[in-house]
C-alpha cells in the first residue's frame, strides 16, 4: 500500500498546498454552487435562512457525503476527486469497492465500467476486455465492455482515468472516449489517479474523512478462481482492520442484504453501521406500501439500522409541494436510520430531474429544487445523511441548519 506521503507526492500537488492555495486557510470552501442555487430560489423561509448564511466560512460536516468524491467535475474514485469533495467539507467518503483478476480491491463504480471511466480502449489492455469495441453502425450504437477482473492490479494502475461516459455514435475507440455530459467537464482530467481500496482509507484518513465503502455486485460469476462471496465481504473489512480504523468511523454498504447480514454476523461491530441499498424500481410507489419489498420490522430484527434510499423513494408530491414519502415515514418509525442518494447527479432540473426525482418529476421545474428536495429530505425525512456528485452544496446547508 502507498504510504500517506506517497499519496501526497502522487496526487497533483501536495494535499496541504492544494486546501490552501485553493479552499482558504482551514482548507475548507463552498465555491459559487451554493450561492447559485440559492439565487435561484423562490423568496420565502427557506431562501431567507440560507442566504443569511453566505459569507460564512465551511466547516466538514458527516451529513455531507461525497459521491464517488465529487464527480460532478472530477473523474470518479480518483485521488483528485476526494480530494475536491473533502475540500468542499464532506465528512465522509465512498470507495466503490469490486477486484481484479488477482482479487485484489479497487474503487470503481462497477466491475465493469472501465470502458466508460478509463482510457483502456485506446490502450493495449483493450485485448483483454470482455468485449472489445464495436463501432457503432446506422442501426447499433457503438459498445464495449471491459472490467478490473479482465485485469491484473498492476495492469489496472497503468489506466488513465476519464470521466464517466462513452459516445456510442462513434467509429473508432478514440472517438468513444467523448460523450461527456454538457453539465460536467473534463477540464480536470489530465493527470488524475485510481486508487485501490486500501490506499483510499489512508487518503481519505489524511483529508480527515470517515469512511463509506460500497461491495459492488460482481459482473463475474462468484465463486471467481475460489475467491467467494463471503471473501470478498470479508476482504473489504479486513483492509479498514489492517489500518486501524474503527468501526464506528465506516458505513460499510452493500445492495446485497445477503453482505450486509453477513457483516452483522462476522463481524459485528461494522455490523452495525452497515448500510443495506436499495433503489427505485418498477412497480414501486412510495405511498403504497403493498408496492415496498423491503419489510422494515424484520430488517431492523436482523439487526439492519440503516437504509440508503434512492431519492425516489423519500420523496413524494403533496398537492404540488415536496414532501416525505410514507414510504421514508414507515422506515424511520421502524427505528431504520435513512441516508439518501444522490443529490445533484441528474444535471439541470428544468426538464423535471429524471430518474432520481421520479416520484416527483411533475413538480421538479428549476436547479433551486435540489434546494428544496434537501430541505425536506434533513427537516422532514430527517435523513442522517446526504450523498453528493457535489459535495459544497449539502455541506453549506448543514452548515447554516447547524446539523
Not at 472489445?132 to 494502475?157: I, K, M, N, W, Y
Request: hydrophobic share 40%.
Amino acid at each position: 500500500m502507498r504510504s500517506l506521503a506517497a499519496l501526497a507526492a502522487f496526487s497533483l500537488i501536495p494535499l496541504a498546498a492544494w486546501a490552501e492555495d485553493h479552499l482558504g486557510a482551514n482548507g475548507y470552501g463552498y465555491g459559487p454552487r451554493p450561492a447559485f442555487l440559492i439565487s435561484r430560489l423562490a423568496e420565502g423561509d427557506l431562501k431567507s435562512r440560507l442566504t443569511s448564511c453566505l459569507g460564512q466560512q465551511a466547516e466538514p460536516t458527516l451529513f455531507s457525503i461525497g459521491h464517488r468524491g465529487a464527480p460532478m467535475m472530477f473523474p470518479e474514485h480518483t485521488v483528485q476527486s476526494n480530494v475536491a469533495a473533502a475540500g468542499m467539507g464532506a465528512g465522509i467518503l465512498e470507495c466503490d469497492v469490486t477486484f481484479t483478476a488477482d482479487h485484489e480491491l479497487v474503487c470503481r463504480h462497477a466491475q465493469n465500467d472501465l470502458h466508460t471511466t478509463t482510457n483502456i480502449l485506446t490502450t493495449d489492455l483493450a485485448a483483454k476486455c470482455t468485449t472489445g469495441f464495436t463501432p457503432a453502425t446506422a442501426d447499433t450504437p457503438a459498445s464495449a465492455e471491459c472490467r478490473t477482473s479482465d485485469l491484473t492490479l498492476a495492469e489496472f494502475r497503468s489506466l488513465a482515468p476519464k470521466m464517466d461516459s462513452a459516445d456510442t455514435s462513434a467509429t473508432t475507440p478514440e472517438a468513444y472516449q467523448g460523450g461527456v455530459a454538457g453539465w460536467r467537464t473534463d477540464l480536470y482530467t489530465a493527470g488524475s489517479q485510481t486508487m485501490t481500496h486500501a490506499e483510499s482509507i489512508a487518503l481519505f484518513a489524511s483529508l480527515g474523512a470517515r469512511f463509506t465503502p460500497e461491495l459492488k455486485s460482481p459482473a463475474v460469476e462468484m465463486p471467481h478462481e475460489g475467491f467467494t462471496q463471503a471473501d470478498y465481504a470479508q476482504k473489504m473489512i479486513d483492509d479498514y482492520k489492517a489500518a486501524g480504523v474503527p468501526a464506528s468511523d465506516v458505513w460499510a454498504q452493500s445492495f446485497n442484504l445477503d453482505d450486509v447480514i453477513y457483516w452483522i454476523a462476522n463481524e459485528p461491530a461494522f455490523g452495525a453501521q452497515a448500510v443495506y441499498l436499495v433503489e427505485w424500481s418498477d412497480g414501486f410507489d412510495e405511498q403504497n406500501p403493498d408496492s415496498w419489498s423491503q419489510d422494515f420490522a424484520g430488517l431492523k430484527a436482523a439487526g439492519v439500522n440503516y437504509i440508503g434510499a434512492s431519492l425516489n423513494m423519500l420523496l413524494t408530491n403533496a398537492d404540488g409541494t415536496l414532501a416525505a414519502s410514507d414510504y421514508a415515514r414507515s422506515a424511520r418509525e421502524a427505528g431504520i436510520t435513512l441516508i439518501a442518494w444522490t443529490l445533484e447527479r441528474s444535471g439541470p432540473l428544468a426538464s423535471g430531474g429524471g430518474w432520481y426525482f421520479r416520484s416527483v418529476n411533475d413538480i421538479i421545474t428549476d436547479d433551486s429544487d435540489y434546494l428544496v428536495a434537501l430541505d425536506v429530505l434533513a427537516q422532514d425525512v430527517k435523513v442522517a445523511g446526504v450523498f453528493s456528485d457535489w459535495p459544497a452544496t449539502v455541506t453549506f446547508y448543514a452548515n447554516c441548519m447547524g446539523l
